[in-house]
DNA sequence: AGTGAAAGACATTTAAA
DNA sequence: TTTAAATGTCTTTCACT
């Protein structure tokens, strides 16, 4: 993971897209060479996959919040139960597994405060394993691409 | 958006990198009219963007944690000026505004616990925006994709 | 809106430094 | 590791449906 391993993660974290000529000549290497470090930065685990980036309110998901859930009691089988039942639901688009006051905390995109309410009512409060809950409406998200490495120790 | 749209965007938010022709051939249509498709949903603004995803542990981030900030004020230029200090700082991948309990919810990914007692010591409680606020550690993280538009009234 | 054909651009392999 | 060259594939445009 050297300064040129760190520039083409930077590159195509902004624009995963572009040709592989393309990011070779901004980075000022050949093609092949360029590929064989994309290749080598995939196989090690570093680069883990390609993604899209959609607009949720073209979605039809104008309502976002952040869900805290706090578990009935803190055992695996419970807090497993519920973290697998969740990652299903087509209204979270992110879940964390945390420590502190709650034990789950998901990010949902819905149309509508409706559909927010059906969610936390049809869906969250039905669960056994589900103690408590609540709910903060997002109006802002601002996303930062892992720009560099913090105190590598290579 | 019809039902060719909806399984453009999801191909591509599984795997943004495959070539336009694979994508066409999945769909059973022209390479030539799927990517026609892809410029119009770009032009819409339904695709925002393709970007690598990028392994934190990798990257020297083996720490992550959801951060909840509390402001002073309620003022438009208080969380304002937070918020736009925050979205540089480097150990932010995601900030979002919230209502609620609190004001400002970050994802944050370190090197270490040493880092995160840091980045809390040294970079929020020195805000004077900032009233409160409470972290909890993230075991886990687990994103969907936006698979299915949701109850669309089209 | 969708298509096939054509031209040029690109990914990928290879041999060599 | 890096490279240039070569080959086969792909992107992109365009005339037509």
Redesign the pocket.
């Known amino acids: 993971m050297d300064e040129?391993d760190a520039r083409i993660v930077r590159l195509l974290q902004a624009n995963a897209r572009q040709?592989?000529?393309?990011l070779a000549r901004t980075l000022g290497?050949?093609?092949?060479?360029c590929?064989?470090?994309v290749r080598t930065l995939t196989r090690r685990g570093v680069i883990r996959g390609y993604h899209a980036e959609v607009d949720l309110p073209a979605m039809n998901r104008d309502v976002q919040a952040l869900v805290s859930v706090q578990m009935r009691r803190h055992s695996r089988p419970i807090y497993e139960a519920f973290r697998d039942a969740a990652k299903n639901w087509r209204e979270v688009i992110t879940l964390f597994v945390v420590s502190g006051e709650h034990d789950i905390v998901m990010h949902v995109a819905v149309p509508d405060s409706d559909s927010l309410h059906s969610f936390l009512v049809d869906r969250l409060a039905t669960r056994q394993e589900v103690a408590r809950f609540q709910s903060s409406l997002i109006f802002q998200r601002i996303h930062n691409n892992v720009l560099d490495v913090l105190d590598s120790g290579d």
């Open positions: 040129l040709s592989n000529r393309e290497i050949a093609p092949s060479t590929l064989e470090r």
